[in-house]
């Protein structure tokens, strides 16, 4: 079992910048990625960036590339954003992938309880 708690949203205006944070904790050393998601009202979750448990190997979306860096320190992972766009509200979660694969929620096994991001106009 892996327990991830989300951590750092909030409302910010057009052009700000947030940090969100994942505490992870339990089988972290089986763990192989680490993901954000996003989901916003009547809208699907959708990808937002990954990073490799072991090593720095990342993946983002197009929709956030050269404005989003996930980065991961010990057992916390990390979402810069800098940026930011009324788009990118939505609830943002973090989760544990333990097999494979990055990019499609359903590589994933372990999620957190999600943290709200606003970002106004």
């Known amino acids: 079992q892996v327990q991830l708690v989300e951590s750092g949203g909030g409302l910010v205006q057009a052009g700000g910048s947030l940090r969100l944070s994942c505490a992870a904790s339990?089988?972290?050393?089986?763990?192989?990625?680490m993901g954000w998601f996003r989901q916003a009202p009547g809208k699907t979750r959708e990808f937002v960036a990954a990073?490799?448990?072991?090593?720095?190997d990342t993946s983002f979306a197009d929709s956030v590339k050269g404005r989003f860096t996930i980065s991961r320190d010990s057992a916390m992972v990390y979402l810069q954003m800098n940026s930011l766009k009324p788009e990118d509200t939505a609830v943002y979660y973090c989760a544990a992938g333990m097999y494979g694969g990055r990019t499609w929620y359903r590589d994933y096994d372990y999620w957190g309880q999600g943290t709200q991001v606003t970002v106004s106009s």
């Open positions: 339990g089988r972290t050393s089986s763990i192989y990625v």
């Open positions: 990073i490799r448990w072991s090593g720095s």
